[in-house]
């Protein structure tokens, strides 16, 4: 045994001889089968096989052990960048998914209103003239029900103006606001939803918004409570939900006004300049361009349609283009998939997965795509049609944008930006999660 630990001895002393290490005193010792120099550091350990023995520096076994544990490291790195791009992609498919269910949220808001029709007219009416509307209508109306159709089709509609900041008061509180005054004549239901008051013939009754009604009594809970308004009384009959501050009461309260007015001859209400807004409930079997001709035929107005319905189809455009781009990058896949299988079933199985998310997509369009009648024309060989919608569409559109707002109107212009908005930023985010699952340079970035 001794024999043996002296030869070990002596072919460490000449490896430590033959690289210049230990030259003065070869002096070593023995941990085990470890053999170290004088300074403490420089080392050889005994490797034995069975054909053969040699020497094996420690820096070499250190180099080893610091390769293994940057390889584990590395290994580490690597499944965290992993999992960090399925984290990502999750988070942003999660927001797409979350911003696509408030567009379709936005948009079917817009859809459910889509009986309703909103028209303007350039030269505002008279209180008066509003009335004498209402009232050709209703005797239509009776008429209509006695089956005397010829005498024309009665409408349900709201003829409507605003006018901004007038003072609202509370004299029993000796409290005053700010607010915009609605001045209705018709049915307010077509305005406010689930409000059927005050009816046409409540001439007493009014509508005020929460925070007026705050602002006036300390409380929401206002109905039956009187405000003075325009020189003239009016009892709540509802609170109504708003972002505006606003007040809204029958234009026959005004007429009265006006008539006094008029016998002591002072002048009569500011409201006459504000009635150029009609919105109308339409019929099942009307088009448009009927209630455009029963306006003018009926009533002697040139009453010009606010395109809301082309709002409706840009922002139904944006959000239709999510599920699709989502299918045209599954159909993708689906062919690679295709390619590279060698089975026939495999093949098969592949195949009738894109047929199947084909007749999917095709009945939801054909179930949420409606084509209206104008934009469909009447011959196929009218090629002026195009120009002409063309046209009218530019139009409609610039109108839109031109018309003064009226709280009315900020139901469907919020769906609208809703829908459009949430559309686009759901499709963004669509491409993002696509290229970022095919390739993950979006994760490169962040390195």
């Known amino acids: 045994m001794e024999a043996a630990s002296g030869r070990w001895k002596n072919e460490i002393a000449d490896e430590l001889r033959k690289n210049n290490l230990n030259k003065q005193q070869p002096f070593f010792s023995f941990v085990g089968n470890s053999g170290f120099g004088r300074d403490g550091r420089t080392g ?31 290994s580490m790195k690597t499944g965290i960048k992993k999992y960090r791009k399925y984290l990502f992609l999750a988070g942003v498919g999660g927001l797409g998914f979350l911003l696509f269910y408030l567009a379709s949220v936005a948009w079917c808001s817009m859809l459910w209103a889509k009986d309703s029709v909103l028209f303007y007219l350039e030269e505002p009416i008279s209180v008066e003239e509003a009335l004498k509307i209402s009232e050709q209508n209703q005797k239509t109306a009776e008429l209509w029900k006695q089956g005397q159709k010829e005498q024309g089709t009665p409408l349900n509609f709201c003829i409507w103006g605003q006018k901004e900041n007038i003072t609202v008061s509370n004299e029993e509180l000796s409290r005053t606001a700010s607010a915009d005054a609605v001045i209705l004549c018709g049915n307010p239901e077509i305005l406010f939803a689930d409000c059927r008051t005050p009816i046409q013939e409540d001439e007493q009754g009014c509508l005020i918004d929460e925070e007026t009604a705050w602002e006036l009594f300390g409380s929401s809970q206002v109905i039956g409570k009187e405000i003075l308004c325009q020189g003239n009384n009016y009892m709540i009959r509802n609170v109504i939900p708003a972002e505006e501050r606003v007040v809204a009461f029958q234009a026959g309260s005004l007429s009265h006004k006006n008539q006094r007015a008029s016998a002591e001859g002072e002048e009569k209400s500011s409201a006459d300049s504000v009635l150029q807004r009609i919105t109308v409930q339409k019929p099942k079997e009307s088009s448009i ?32 283009a999510i599920p699709v781009t989502v299918c045209i990058f599954i159909w993708m896949f689906l062919y690679r998939q295709f390619r590279v299988q060698e089975k026939l079933r495999q093949k098969a199985v592949t195949a009738m997965l894109s047929l199947a998310l084909a007749a999917l997509l095709i009945f939801l369009l054909g179930k949420w795509v409606r084509i209206p009648d104008d934009y469909i024309p009447t011959l196929w ?7 002409k919608l063309w046209k009218e569409k530019t139009e409609g ?50 390195d």
Do not use: H, N
Not at 54 to 66: T, Y
Not at 295 to 318: K, P
Not at 381 to 387: E, I, T, V
Not at 414 to 434: P, Q, T
């Open 44 to 74: 050889w350990e005994r490797r034995e096989t069975d054909s053969s023995r040699f020497l094996v520096p420690l820096e070499i076994l250190v180099s080893d052990g610091m390769e293994e544990r940057a390889g584990k490291e590395e």
């Open 289 to 320: 361009r009927d209630l455009q001709m029963i306006w003018a035929g009926q009533y002697s107005l040139s009453a010009q349609v606010l395109d809301t319905e082309l709002l409706r189809g840009i922002s139904g455009s944006l959000l239709l």
């Open 381 to 387: 060989s009218d090629f002026s049609f195009w120009a």
């Open 397 to 446: 559109m610039k109108l839109l944008i031109r018309i003064s707002k009226g709280m009315p109107d900020s139901e469907w212009m919020d769906d609208f930006w809703k829908a459009a908005g949430y559309s686009l930023l759901a499709e963004m985010l669509a491409a993002l999660w696509i290229a970022g699952g095919r390739r993950g340079k979006c994760l490169e970035d962040f």
